[in-house]
């Protein structure tokens, strides 16, 4: 790659635009930005709108390659499959269906002059990554977030060995990345925090909360985002205050939530939204009194890192109530930035929402505190800047090593 050449990345997704991964759609614009040029590789179509403007290939329209004729391309993609899923049964049959996958992707990288490889999560994206990097003479990084550290501890060692760099979004996933993987490793992974874009979340923090207070939560509807805990709060809230809730987001939950709000007799004060795309988020924080982030360690093992909700938030001027879990203590300073209880506990939530609602000088304090810590840690921009030349470092010492070795 000359001085002149933008730096070529490919990008590969498990689905792309996604509804809920909007913070990877804010980093690849944030590459664009820093002179990259991304092509993404997902192998499915996804239902977000918030996409910027690059090269997109999905799995299905990439030209087919006769695996016949490249059998021992082939046989070395399915090694490198087991290699990376053997401890993992159901991930490696995905992992062996993927190997055409590979192939196709291998092949527009090639065409577009991609130098690297990033993948989002450390599952199906990354075994492609690693498995492309067969096929082409690419270096690979990855993103790992939340389920896949926690609950794909058995198969990541493996890829953060193989891959040149592992970006983690909190520091609480790099420590429990770094207890996972042999100490010379361990340099390979450093933390990113995701970016938030200061601009879409201008700060409009509420002076005194409406009547009655509008509590938000938003996230999909799994046991991890804990908001069965949430209108048990509520339903003990109410014996304070008039209680509204609104809830923001969709998934498997949707029906036993709905029905926990019935029994409860929160029916008329707990409002299901659904998904609501990523340009309307905005309004919904600016007619919210608090956020509460109820997170909790779900039956598998599976939590939240930083919910990108909690900084988007922060920025806008909502003061945030949150569970004392993983990632979220980072920026939800307790009495600082907001306030923190124990994950699962109703009653804890409940006394803390009614905290910030009813104490004026700690919301004031929290919601200044809480933008000025955004602007330091989150910042989409400045981020996505670290993203780009951690990435960049890998590539170039790959290059240097390649030609040394080639000399």
Known sequence: MSACEPFRIGYVLAEYPSVTETFVANEIRGLLDCGASVTVLALRRG??????????????????????????????LAREAVALERKSPSSLVYALRNVGTAFRFARLVRQAGIGHIHAHFGFIPTDVALMISRLEPVSVSFSAHA?????????LPGK????????????????????LVKAPVRRKIVRVYHGTDLSRFAFEPRPEPSEPPRILAVGRLVPKKGFETLLRACNRLREEMPVCCEVVGGGPLEGSLRALAGELGLSEAVGFTGVLPYELMPKAYGRADVLAVPSVVAPDGDRDGLPNVVTE???????????????????????????????????????ALHRMLTDRPLRSRCTTAARELVEEKFDAARNSRQVFEAIKAVARARRTFTCRAGA
């Not at 690059?54 to 030209?63: I, K, M, S, T």
């Not at 953060?160 to 207890?179: F, M, P, Y």
């Not at 920025?315 to 930035?337: C, K, M, Q």
């Open 47 to 76: 239902r977000g709108s918030h996409a910027p403007d690059c090269p997109v290939h999905y799995r299905d329209c990439a030209a087919p390659r006769d695996l016949s004729g490249a059998w021992r391309a082939s046989l070395r």
């Open 147 to 155: 389920w896949d550290v926690y609950c794909q501890g058995r198969t």
């Open 160 to 179: 953060v060995a193989r891959a040149a760099l592992c970006i983690t979004c909190t520091e609480a996933a790099r420590r429990h990345l770094n207890s």
């Open 313 to 351: 938030a922060m920025a806008r001027g909502v003061p945030v109530v949150g569970s004392r879990l993983s990632g979220i203590p980072e920026a939800v300073e307790h009495g600082r930035t907001g306030l923190l209880c124990p994950p699962g506990d109703g009653d804890a939530l409940s006394e």
